[in-house]
């Protein structure tokens, strides 16, 4: 206890780089997502191809390893990144793909004969996707892209592997400052503070995303 | 920047003992999170009380806390109690929590939607609960909900690769090591991204095979299965990370 008021701020620091980090992911991944998504179901099929390929490759790979190619090949390629960024790029690339995936369905799950009745009054198909499709397809997709939030949220915790001061990040410099200062091990109380701040982060969510999931079947 | 594929044929062998090593862990982990996904969602369909209440919290914890911290916790929390791991049991461990967390809600889904009307036939012919269990509710939510557990076994070994954290050998950290020796970071990462894609498209293609057999497809037209289960059931595919 007396240990966590003398590191509150420190701690806090790291809470905030954590949310912050999680916040502005979501902002890009959501954007990407919707787009990758909406044109997964465009009519040219090369670039429903390219969609779908952006959207198994960064599905497939394991986020760790997306993780290191943007932290550790950008720089070779000229561009400086520093852990917080690589980490906001390859996080949002990864969920972004999931997002796009959700969108894809909630698309295709509206039946064609809203998009035939859009188009037989007069939108051009863009209007149809705007006006008549994507109001109908976003609700049915909010639960699952609320479950990746709750994902994402969790994952963030991995930039840690790439040495961004996030919360579990601190957690870790605390237990070592008093290991070192004061030769205590207080790993396990530690540890489980970090379980029980995401689980308050992350378990309303899922509760919201379940509750959307009956409301909207 | 060129790609120096000499070299990476020289270091293939490290690679391979790493892939070794990222298959032994996720083939465990994937039989085991199957063992408690399968036990915990029969124990929750069943509403067995006191036990299903506690796989429930035991669900939510997993679900919603990031298997890094399961790792850290199990690896640096636990001696605290005189629980000293090696690093690949600490993988084992929390791979197959997190995986029998996921497993049991993909599961759950199988096994709520076995139709009541079975089970009552079941217990009518005098069967005992164990034998309900063992000859309805398993085998028949299992083939409705594999699917869904198909994506968390990708998933297993995806996150097999958190492992490298605490220094498991397995195909990041030999990968990682190589590189700290002689900074081929662009090859290396280029090549295990390629394993690890090929891993999971590999697998997922494999369980894709496993899921026809399983007559998912022929159950969904009715012929198979009851079609009302899958009607219930309503799948959606998504990979949870």
Same mark, same amino acid.
């Given at each position: 206890?007396?240990?966590?008021?003398?590191?509150?701020?420190?701690?806090?620091?790291?809470?905030?780089?954590?949310?912050?980090?999680?916040?502005?992911?979501?902002?890009?991944?959501?954007?990407?997502?919707?787009?990758?998504?909406?044109?997964?179901?465009?009519?040219?099929?090369?670039?429903?191809?390219?969609?779908?390929?952006?959207?198994?490759?960064? $599905?497939?790979?394991?986020?760790?390893?997306?993780?290191?190619?943007?932290?550790?090949?950008?720089?070779?390629?000229?561009?400086?990144?520093?852990?917080?960024?690589?980490?906001?790029?390859?996080?949002?690339?990864?969920?972004?793909?999931?997002?796009?995936?959700?969108?894809?369905?909630?698309?295709?799950?509206?039946?064609?004969?809203?998009?035939?009745?859009?188009?037989?009054?007069?939108?051009?198909?863009?209007?149809?996707?705007?006006?008549?499709?994507?109001?109908?397809?976003? $609700?049915?997709?909010?639960?699952?892209?609320?479950?990746?939030?709750?994902?994402?949220?969790?994952?963030?915790?991995?930039?840690?592997?790439?040495?961004?001061?996030?919360?579990?990040?601190?957690?870790?410099?605390?237990?070592?400052?008093?290991?070192?200062?004061?030769?205590?091990?207080?790993?396990?109380?530690?540890?489980?503070?970090?379980?029980?701040?995401?689980?308050?982060?992350?378990?309303?969510?899922?509760?919201?995303?379940?509750?959307?999931?009956?409301?909207?079947? | 920047?060129?790609?120096?594929?000499?070299?990476?044929?020289?270091?293939?062998?490290?690679?391979?003992?790493?892939?070794?090593?990222?298959?032994?862990? *996720?083939?465990?982990?994937?039989?085991?999170?199957?063992?408690?996904?399968?036990?915990?969602?029969?124990?929750?369909?069943?509403?067995?009380?006191?036990?299903?209440?506690?796989?429930?919290?035991?669900?939510?914890?997993?679900?919603?806390?990031?298997?890094?911290?399961?790792?850290?916790?199990?690896?640096?929390?636990?001696?605290?109690?005189?629980?000293?791991?090696?690093?690949?049991?600490?993988?084992?461990?929390?791979?197959?929590?997190?995986?029998?967390?996921?497993?049991?809600?993909?599961?759950?889904?199988?096994?709520?939607?076995?139709?009541?009307?079975?089970?009552?036939?079941?217990?009518?012919?005098?069967?005992?609960?164990?034998?309900?269990?063992?000859?309805?509710?398993?085998?028949?939510?299992?083939?409705?909900?594999?699917?869904?557990? *198909?994506?968390?076994?990708?998933?297993?070994?995806?996150?097999?690769?958190?492992?490298?954290?605490?220094?498991?050998?397995?195909?990041?950290?030999?990968?990682?090591?190589?590189?700290?020796?002689?900074?081929?970071?662009?090859?290396?990462?280029?090549?295990?991204?390629?394993?690890?894609?090929?891993?999971?498209?590999?697998?997922?293609?494999?369980?894709?095979?496993?899921?026809?057999?399983?007559?998912?497809?022929?159950?969904?037209?009715?012929?198979?299965?009851?079609?009302?289960?899958?009607?219930?059931?309503?799948?959606?595919? $998504?990979?949870?990370?």
């Amino acid at each position: 206890m007396e240990v966590l008021s003398k590191n509150l701020n420190f701690l806090l620091d790291g809470l905030i780089n954590t949310i912050l980090l999680s916040l502005s992911c979501l902002g890009i991944a959501l954007l990407l997502g919707m787009i990758v998504g909406v044109l997964q179901t465009a009519n040219s099929k090369v670039v429903v191809r390219i969609m779908k390929g952006y959207a198994e490759l960064f $599905r497939g790979l394991p986020i760790v390893i997306t993780l290191f190619l943007v932290f550790f090949l950008l720089p070779e390629m000229g561009i400086q990144v520093n852990s917080y960024i690589s980490a906001m790029i390859a996080l949002s690339l990864w969920s972004s793909a999931n997002i796009s995936v959700a969108v894809r369905g909630a698309i295709q799950s509206i039946p064609p004969t809203q998009t035939e009745a859009g188009l037989a009054i007069g939108l051009s198909s863009a209007q149809t996707m705007r006006y008549v499709i994507l109001p109908q397809a976003i $609700r049915r997709m909010l639960p699952s892209v609320i479950g990746l939030m709750s994902n994402l949220i969790q994952s963030t915790s991995l930039s840690v592997l790439i040495g961004n001061l996030d919360f579990l990040k601190s957690v870790q410099l605390v237990i070592e400052r008093v290991e070192l200062m004061e030769g205590l091990s207080i790993a396990t109380q530690m540890y489980t503070l970090v379980l029980a701040v995401y689980f308050l982060i992350c378990y309303p969510l899922s509760l919201l995303a379940k509750r959307m999931e009956r409301v909207y079947r | 920047m060129s790609f120096d594929f000499g070299y990476i044929i020289d270091a293939l062998p490290l690679l391979l003992t790493g892939l070794k090593m990222t298959l032994f862990i *996720s083939v465990i982990s994937i039989a085991l999170s199957l063992v408690i996904g399968m036990s915990g969602a029969v124990v929750r369909t069943l509403k067995i009380p006191v036990l299903s209440q506690v796989i429930g919290v035991y669900v939510d914890v997993i679900r919603n806390t990031p298997l890094l911290v399961h790792v850290f916790f199990l690896y640096f929390g636990l001696p605290a109690f005189g629980v000293k791991l090696s690093a690949v049991a600490v993988g084992i461990i929390a791979l197959s929590l997190w995986g029998g967390a996921f497993a049991a809600e993909n599961f759950r889904g199988g096994t709520d939607a076995v139709p009541h009307a079975l089970i009552e036939s079941g217990q009518s012919l005098g069967l005992s609960t164990w034998q309900i269990v063992r000859h309805i509710i398993v085998p028949l939510g299992f083939r409705i909900s594999f699917p869904a557990f *198909s994506n968390t076994a990708v998933s297993v070994i995806k996150n097999s690769a958190y492992m490298t954290s605490i220094g498991v050998a397995e195909l990041t950290f030999a990968a990682m090591d190589r590189i700290a020796y002689d900074f081929k970071t662009y090859e290396m990462l280029i090549t295990i991204a390629v394993i690890y894609l090929l891993l999971v498209w590999g697998t997922s293609y494999l369980f894709g095979r496993i899921e026809r057999k399983l007559d998912y497809k022929k159950a969904k037209k009715g012929r198979g299965l009851n079609g009302s289960i899958i009607e219930k059931f309503k799948l959606s595919p $998504r990979r949870v990370d």
